[in-house]
């Protein structure tokens, strides 16, 4: 059976994204993760991508990705996240995507028949409302939050209003970046 990975961008003060355009500017994790990319950040993105043959993603994620990412070529991580299938959850696109996608209209239901499908990992890329299904569904099997060493005091907060009942997890690795980036890797009990 396939795992499902959730891969997610957090800054000390919990934010993981934009949620007003006066914060903007800081609180895309684009915007204050980069100073931070290093060696240690690209080889553990890598080592995540090589256990993969799949994304997972919201449709707001899948966007901006696909905007980042489908011009790109080139580079073995381009190239890599290019050809990969994405599986994109959205209750208001009517037609799949472009870029390698599929859509996912029945969350729980799809999710858990492609990670008992042969293959490789899933790789999920952050975190918003898909995650409260997938959380309150029991699919997620690992969960690697990226802690930034960074305050932004503005933002969206991991599993802001997620309404579902507390989720207990193990601590099950941590690895520091000489960046101060702590991952935080965690299964559930």
């Known amino acids: 059976m396939r795992k499902l990975i959730e891969s997610t961008f957090v800054s000390l003060d919990g934010v993981i994204n934009d949620t007003t355009p006066s914060t903007a500017s800081?609180?895309?994790?684009q915007h204050w993760g980069m100073p931070y990319w290093d060696d240690d950040h690209g080889n553990y993105s890598a080592s995540l991508m090589?256990?993969?043959d799949a994304i997972l993603v919201g449709r707001l994620t899948y966007e901006?990705?696909?905007d980042a990412w489908m011009s790109r070529a080139g580079d073995p991580v381009a190239d890599m996240i290019n050809a990969m299938p994405k599986y994109v959850a959205s209750r208001t696109l009517t037609e799949a995507p472009r870029w390698n996608a599929t859509l996912l209209k029945d969350v729980p239901e799809e999710v858990?028949?492609?990670?008992?499908?042969?293959?490789?990992?899933?790789?999920k890329w952050g975190t918003g409302e898909l995650d409260r299904t997938l959380v309150e569904h029991g699919l997620v099997d690992e969960f690697h939050?990226?802690?930034?060493p960074v305050?932004?005091?503005?933002?969206?907060?991991?599993f802001e209003g997620a309404g579902f009942d507390t989720t207990h997890l193990k601590l099950a690795d941590v690895n520091r970046f000489e960046?101060?980036?702590?991952v935080h890797v965690y299964v559930p009990k």
């Open 26 to 29: 800081r609180a895309e994790p």
């Open 50 to 52: 090589k256990r993969a």
């Open 64 to 66: 901006a990705m696909a």
């Open 112 to 123: 858990a028949k492609l990670k008992e499908q042969p293959g490789k990992d899933i790789l």
């Open 145 to 148: 939050f990226w802690y930034f």
């Open 151 to 158: 305050i932004l005091g503005a933002g969206l907060h991991l």
């Open 179 to 182: 960046s101060g980036i702590a």
